[in-house]
């Protein structure tokens, strides 16, 4: 499985940015897909994740202010940024799991994209 994100970049505080993230290869073996990101000197961490089924999973935050969603037919995953903070610019990393159930990480990765939150 191969994913490739898109849609990161500078913005202000208070600004939006939607990042998107479009999967290929053996897709049929997907089941969750998500976003995590990682701070320079920080843990890598889980801001949101859904399910073909439509069930989510979000870092308390991001509650409020980031939407994750899903288009099962074209395997893209998209995750909506608004109210965007400073502490909200490391690396996204889009995600992609075989099974529904969140054992703590993910199965595929794609290759990363900077959001930088800065006035």
């Known amino acids: 499985v191969q994913l490739v994100e898109s849609g990161g970049g500078l913005v202000q505080p208070g600004g939006s940015l939607r990042l998107s993230c479009a999967a290929s290869?053996?897709?049929?073996?997907?089941?969750?897909m998500g976003w995590y990101r990682q701070a320079p000197g920080k843990q890598r961490e889980l801001v949101e994740r859904?399910?073909?089924?439509?069930?989510?999973i979000y870092a308390d935050a991001v509650k409020g202010r980031f939407t994750i969603s899903r288009d099962n037919a074209k395997n893209t995953v998209a995750l909506q940024m608004n109210s965007l903070k400073p502490e909200d610019t490391p690396v996204y990393y889009c995600?992609?799991?075989?099974?529904?159930?969140?054992?703590?990480?993910?199965?595929?990765w794609g290759q990363g994209t900077q959001v930088t939150v800065s006035s």
């Open positions: 995600t992609a799991d075989r099974f529904a159930f969140y054992s703590g990480s993910s199965d595929y």
């Open positions: 290869g053996s897709i049929s073996s997907i089941i969750a």
């Open positions: 859904i399910t073909t089924g439509g069930s989510t």
